[in-house]
Antibody, heavy 131, light 109 residues
Framework: QVQLQESGPGLVKPSQTLSLTCTVS??????????WSWIRQPAGKGLEWIGR???????NYNPSLKSRVTISVDTSKNQFSLKLSSVTAADTAVYYC???????????????????????WGKGTTVTVSS | SYVLTQPPSVSVAPGKTARITCGGN??????VHWYQQKPGQAPVLVIY???DRPSGIPERFSGSNSGNTATLTISRVEAGDEADYYC????????????FGGGTKLTVL
């Protein structure tokens, strides 16, 4: 049973870089066709997808955060990481890491589509941006 | 970017059926996934690929998707179903990324 655990500083100063790590246990981060994702949730608000990485190093980012986000993977440590630069109070949130999986399907015209969803989540870690 | 619209709240009596909608432009052409989140906990996947249930999710949870609306249906609602529910799709129209709906608070009366 794969489990994910977030770790990192709970307090970050404004304008600095938020850094979090997600450790994968119960399975290899390199096995299977999975992406590894970061999602965040400000207190009392909804979920916001930050981005994801494949073990090949290929990444996708939320366009609204793309300029400030870097996600990397360390397969030797079975970990992947998030860096969010130039943080402000608006970046205060619970940050989750998750395993993302998907597939493809075809509509009635034969056009192909991809789908992805998060099937395993970490418990989340709270990060507060404050001086 | 693609927008998913959910009602902020839905209320239902125990034993009745709850229906939570997720609206989006031609969402029927996308694959929709649903998550349940209880206070202080991480989200849990309850429906994927429109209507499939992960192992361990009760058959009371079902999903459908057509036209501009996807629906999560919870039959024979129990007090333990009270939670926030989020729909989610993969937006490949421009930038490729995951989109969540704003979430719906299900209250069991």
């Amino acid at each position: 049973q794969v489990q994910l655990q977030e770790s990192g500083p709970g307090l970050v100063k404004p304008s600095q870089t938020l850094s979090l790590t997600c450790t994968v246990s119960g399975g290899s981060i390199s096995s299977g066709s999975y992406y590894w994702s970061w999602i965040r949730q400000p207190a009392g608000k909804g979920l916001e997808w930050i981005g994801r990485i494949y073990t090949s190093g290929s990444t996708n980012y939320n366009p609204s955060l793309k300029s400030r986000v870097t996600i990397s993977v360390d397969t030797s440590k079975n970990q992947f990481s998030l860096k969010l630069s130039s943080v402000t109070a608006a970046d205060t949130a619970v940050y989750y890491c998750a395993r993302e999986r998907g597939g493809d399907y075809y509509d009635s015209t034969g056009r192909g589509y991809y789908y992805y969803y998060m099937d395993v989540w970490g418990k989340g870690t709270t990060v507060t941006v404050s001086s | 970017s693609y927008v998913l619209t959910q009602p902020p709240s839905v209320s239902v009596a125990p034993g009745k059926t709850a229906r939570i909608t997720c609206g989006g432009n031609n969402i029927g052409s996308k694959s929709v996934h649903w998550y349940q989140q209880k206070p202080g906990q991480a989200p849990v996947l309850v429906i994927y690929y429109d209507s499939d249930r992960p192992s361990g999710i009760p058959e009371r949870f079902s999903g459908s998707n057509s036209g501009n609306t996807a629906t999560l249906t919870i039959s024979r609602v129990e007090a333990g179903d009270e939670a926030d529910y989020y729909c989610q799709v993969w937006d490949s129209s421009s930038d490729h990324f995951v989109v969540f709906g704003g979430g719906t608070k299900l209250t069991v009366l």
